[in-house]
């Protein structure tokens, strides 16, 4: 998985959960109608926001 900035080209990769060592998968969840992007543990030990650059949310191609 890799998430890449639109605007400057700028990547992550490699992200793992600290509980369980697996990768991070990309995920989406629904806030109050509105689509948001996380990256979450694949075993459920938890998630977080997709990462940001750019002051905009990175794009991950599924």
């Known amino acids: 998985m890799e998430y890449k900035?639109?605007?400057c080209g700028m990547g992550?990769?490699?992200?793992k959960c600290a509980k369980c060592?697996?990768?991070l998968v990309h995920g989406t969840?629904?806030?109050d109608g509105v689509e948001i992007h996380v990256t979450k543990c694949p075993d459920g030990h938890?998630?977080?926001k997709s990462p940001l650059c750019?002051?905009?949310d990175m794009?991950?191609?599924v």
């Open 5 to 7: 900035c639109e605007k």
């Open 12 to 15: 992550v990769t490699g992200m």
């Open 21 to 23: 060592g697996k990768d």
């Open 29 to 31: 969840i629904d806030k």
């Open 46 to 48: 938890g998630m977080i």
């Open 54 to 56: 750019c002051g905009q």
């Open 59 to 61: 794009a991950c191609a």
